[in-house]
């Protein structure tokens, strides 16, 4: 009894330690992180107009990072200091027209106070004045000789930021402020060289303002229709006059503070999509409004949450500790900013590749396949949610546009379907699918919150998703796949009035399945006598109908994959009690194990390659050059020993892989290496983590710390207060491509944890043996 006594009262100590924001561990205590000890990890400054992206051509990316919460569809950023037109609010908001970024207001909510005794008005470049960024909050500080003005914003729901003003009186004498805020929208969007119309307009309401969208059906920029509705409603009761673009809310009564007192105003405004969104927010404000320090502490919980979750303290003590934890942090703030709830055809929540860029606000399969496994930890229902969005639209045997492929998951899914699926979109793609990592996210997620009805749920699901590559991506019916296509009206051209397969849109399909949509690999013209090039062939079922293509070329990162998801599946059969599909999974595995490192290893090179199949000739394309693809094999745990090292040379030899950002996407002794073209030579985190875990798994972890600490130092920004890149230049380290990019968040965030932390890598651990 003592002894229980003795343990309550440790256990309400540590309790008590928590809650007061310190962890007891053994003897020691420990400072638990806070929100506030991350502030400006993300430069989300801006100085919003109608051109949003970047001036340069190849890129489509929003020249500023942006904050948003929750899912919503919108998002803000920090004043500039030298711009007077983003002081005093937050500029923005940045909003998404289904599709597609655009700034809608330079900023939609200014404050403007006046001394209503002595008219002076404040300006605020003349305060002094502090913009903070913390994880899950906007802070800005003004402070004058008289008065402070403090203004936070946070995400009430995925439809709503709750901006609130704090005005301090900073003397002793009584103080009276006349208060009003003004705004505009932009109503236009910079289109390369010409300016689209967006069609809004501004109407008053009570107690703030509206912003009304037409229909615009603009199907690369823009896509509105006359439900969307932005509205800003004020805590106070103002008067709202409208000027063309611009307005005016003023208050109706005068401000009083006391000698040395304070008061709080506040500001919902809200993006919705449809009336019944509106219904929904518009009954809300006052909730908001009446009961906003219950959500702004229910905001920083949360938030608090996530960073301790980031930074556990089952991390190892490592070098450099808190620079590595800031750019946990900064994964976590990119992948929550990128977090988007349903709208349109999106069920569930997910996490979209970038809400910065123009093309990337949709769900991709592996995207969001990787995306789930990061935040598994911080957050496993948006992670399992993540998921589901995707098989949402797992293909079904009834299904009436393509049930010839019964179990695939489409490539890339958005708010508008196409054409094909009675919709208006141009980016929902059913042309291919992605690499089979399913499996592997449902089974992170499992690993952190033992949610065996998810796991229930998702098993079916997932051994349809398997089969299909099987049924449509094996040509020859030998157990090893291809990369491949659907049949779709794209891949059709005509020739002499007849439909035929249209080669050169296949096989660029077939890369996109890859995942690494220009890869050398996957190149139509061979390299040398023997390589006949990338060619495609029909894939049939049993009665002999077409039910997709598949080029003639067997991939070892796909197959490789699909070992792995025969592990991943055999560990989730085990917990749901289905032995005989353990045994099942089991038996394919050994069998392809031996083909993978019988085929597509090369005992001259030490390195794994694609193999090109023409009819009974087979090619090892170990002429085409080395690429990412294979270290894959380690990552999957089915190479042998003897096979691993050779791979491990490979990838540690600083001519090759081993280069100043390491693990390019195409060995950097290659021929065709170019350091800035796409998936020919820069860094895409997602594979250099698979080969740092593959190096982990033959326990080469000297070697991963080695390549991790290169991938975490010599990121242009990543220390500082820049955004996390698609991919990198492999020679300097120069960010390329989409800014505030989601998987590079992911894999950062995981390799903090796998590499500095627990050791544990995401790999399947059904099968480990490497003889």
């Known amino acids: 009894m003592k002894k229980m006594i003795k343990r309550l009262g440790v256990v309400s100590v540590s309790l008590i330690l928590f809650l007061c924001g310190f962890v007891s561990t053994h003897d020691t205590v420990v400072h638990a992180d806070t929100i506030n000890d991350y502030p400006n990890v993300l430069d989300v400054g801006g100085n919003p107009t109608k051109a949003i992206y970047l001036a340069n051509k190849d890129v489509s990316t929003n020249k500023y990072s942006h904050f948003s919460d929750l899912g919503a569809w919108h998002g803000y950023y920090q004043p500039i200091k030298r711009v007077a037109s983003t002081l005093g609010g937050f500029p923005g908001p940045m909003i998404i027209a289904e599709e597609y970024p655009v700034n809608l207001s330079h900023q939609l909510s200014q404050l403007n106070l006046v001394n209503h005794k002595t008219g002076k008005k404040y300006n605020f470049q003349n305060a002094e004045a502090t913009f903070t960024s913390y994880p899950g909050r906007l802070n800005q500080i003004y402070t004058f000789k008289d008065l402070e003005v403090t203004l936070n914003l946070i995400f009430t729901s995925n439809r709503t930021a709750l901006i609130q003003t704090t005005l301090k009186n900073r003397t002793k004498q009584p103080l009276e402020l006349k208060c009003a805020w003004t705004g505009d929208i932009i109503n236009k969007l910079r289109a390369g060289k010409k300016d689209i119309s967006l069609k809004q307009h501004l109407a008053a309401i009570n107690d703030g303002v509206q912003v009304a969208f037409q229909k615009v059906r603009n199907d690369n920029y823009y896509m509105t229709t006359n439900q969307n509705k932005v509205t800003v409603t004020y805590s106070q009761p103002v008067t709202t006059t409208i000027a063309g673009n611009k307005y005016k809310s003023s208050m109706k009564d005068l401000i009083s503070l006391a000698a040395n007192g304070t008061t709080d105003l506040y500001t919902a405004e809200s993006y919705v999509f449809n009336a019944a969104e509106q219904a929904r927010e518009t009954a809300s404000y006052q909730d908001y409004f009446a009961n906003a320090k219950k959500y702004f502490e229910k905001n920083e919980a949360r938030w608090n949450n996530y960073v301790n979750k980031a ?234 109908k077409v039910v997709g293509f598949s080029i003639n070329q067997e991939s070892v990162d796909l197959n490789a994959y699909l070992y792995a998801e025969k592990g991943y599946l055999a560990l989730m059969a085990d917990v749901l009690s289905k032995q005989d599909d353990v045994a099942k999974y089991t038996d394919e595995a050994a069998k392809l194990k031996k083909a993978i490192n019988q085929d597509f290893y090369d005992q001259k090179t030490g390195f794994y390659y694609d193999r090109q199949v023409n009819g009974e000739q087979m090619l090892l394309l170990n002429n085409r050059g080395k690429g990412t693809e294979g270290w894959t094999p380690l990552w999957a745990n089915l190479a042998t020993a003897k096979q691993a090292k050779g791979v491990e040379k490979i990838m540690m030899n600083k001519k090759m892989f081993n280069t100043y950002m390491p693990l390019p996407t195409t060995s950097r002794d290659s021929k065709k290496f170019t350091a800035t073209k796409y998936w020919r030579g820069p860094v895409w985190l997602d594979q250099a983590m698979f080969g740092v875990e593959g190096l982990q798994n033959y326990g080469y972890d000297k070697d991963a710390l080695v390549l991790t600490d290169k991938l975490f130092d010599h990121a242009q920004g990543l220390n500082g207060s820049g955004p996390i890149r698609e991919n990198y230049n492999p020679l300097n380290g120069h960010g390329l491509n989409s800014m505030n990019f989601s998987w590079s968040s992911s894999v950062y965030y995981m390799l903090h944890h796998n590499v500095y932390g627990t050791g544990e890598t995401s790999s399947q651990t059904a099968f480990t043996e490497h003889s």
């Open 311 to 544: 930074v556990s303290s089952d991390q190892k003590q490592v070098k450099n500790k808190e620079k590595r934890d800031r750019v946990a942090i900064k994964s976590v703030e990119t992948l929550i900013n990128n977090w988007m709830s349903p709208a349109g055809a999106l069920k569930h929540d997910g996490i979209v590749p970038s809400m910065s860029d123009q093309w990337f606000v949709g769900l991709w399969a592996w995207d969001s396949w990787k995306e789930a496994s990061a935040v598994a930890e911080i957050d496993p229902t948006l992670a399992e949610n993540t998921i589901r969005a995707l098989f949402d639209y797992q293909i079904q045997v009834d299904d009436k546009v393509r049930s010839q492929d019964k179990g695939m998951i489409p490539d890339a899914i958005f708010y508008n379907k196409n054409k094909e699926r009675g919709g208006d979109g141009i980016n929902w793609n059913e042309r291919n699918s992605k690499p089979p990592l399913a499996a592997w996210a449902v089974w992170q997620v499992y690993r952190q919150n033992h949610d065996k009805q998810f796991l229930a749920e998702m098993y079916p699901k997932l051994v349809a998703y398997h089969n299909w590559w099987y049924t449509n991506r094996d040509f020859n019916k030998n157990g090893l796949a291809e990369y491949g296509e659907t049949v779709d009206p794209l891949h059709f051209k005509k020739v002499k009035g007849k439909k035929v397969p249209d080669a050169k849109a296949i096989i660029l399909a077939s890369a996109w399945e890859s995942g690494m949509d220009n890869a050398v690999r996957f190149d139509a013209k061979g390299v040398g006598k023997a390589d006949k090039g990338v060619q495609i062939r029909e894939d049939k079922n049993s009665d002999g």
